[in-house]
């Protein structure tokens, strides 16, 4: 299979090489990611300057714009003349759960994909007492990735969450979960008499539905959501409930 690999970290991060380095077994891999981390810049695409895209080895590129753009640039530009079968983004360094997809630069990328015809899914990771582990994740994405595949297209795509252990309990079809954010913003009065805002992340809260994706990943499980961008694909999501009959490997 022919894989195009993207994430919102930037191309040096553990998780889309260690990816890389799994699928790259059996697969024909390319990479096309940021060249600096882009992370929460949602679907963003680059519209009034042009982008630079430079090949660091064989079949790896960065792209000096954002996630959507790697997608785009790496189908039109790098992959041109072989468009890969499949679009994947990660493994992010952080999840990418419930309402977390309206801002990560993760998911966009494979909901670019999505809107572009391709097969596509976001993975991310969630850490555990400071601790990435991503080869179990990697290695659940290589066993299972023509299945994986068939669950995705024109439409929609998958999001995939797990935490940092070394072995899950399991797989589990979820849905996003409502997250309730607790940010807040500092103000600073600077001497040049300016007003300056810091963002400051709060701790999420989960809507409690044990049927979600942060309910899966906190009890230990792959948590793999069908992700729709259009109402035409609504009727997918019957199909996705019949996904449990799918064995997936750990």
């Not at 630069?105 to 582990?133: C, D, K, P, Y």
């Not at 299972?144 to 589990?172: C, E, P, Q, W």
Request: glycine letters at 8%; proline letters at 4%; hydrophobic letters at 40%.
């Amino acid at each position: 299979m022919r894989i195009l690999l993207t994430n919102d970290d930037g191309i040096t991060c553990d998780g889309i090489r260690i990816l890389a380095e799994k699928l790259s077994v059996e697969h024909e891999v390319w990479l096309v990611a940021p060249d600096r981390n882009r992370s929460a810049v949602s679907n963003a695409v680059t519209l009034f300057e042009p982008l630079c895209i430079k090949k660091v080895y064989e079949r790896a590129y960065t792209c000096s714009g954002l996630p959507a753009d790697c997608t785009i640039n790496g189908v039109y530009a790098v992959m041109k003349d072989n468009p890969p079968d499949i679009i994947i983004s990660g493994i992010n360094k952080g999840g990418n759960l419930g309402t977390d997809l309206v801002y990560s630069g993760t998911a966009a990328a494979a909901r670019q994909a999505a809107v572009m015809g391709f097969s596509s899914m976001a993975v991310s990771l969630v850490e555990t007492n400071n601790i990435w582990n991503y080869e179990p994740l990697a290695d659940f994405i290589l066993r299972n990735l023509s299945k994986l595949k068939a669950m995705t297209g024109k439409g929609y795509f998958l999001n995939i969450n797990a935490i940092s252990i070394d072995r899950y309990k399991g797989v589990k079809f979820t849905e996003p979960a409502e997250l309730t954010y607790n940010d807040k913003i500092e103000l600073y009065k600077a001497p040049d008499g300016n007003l300056y805002s810091f963002f400051c992340g709060g701790k999420e809260n989960d809507d409690g539905n044990q049927k979600s994706d942060y309910t899966a990943v906190k009890d230990g499980y792959i948590s793999v959501s069908l992700i729709l961008i259009h109402p035409k694909s609504a009727d997918k999501c019957e199909d996705f409930a019949n996904f449990d009959d799918i064995n997936l490997k750990i």
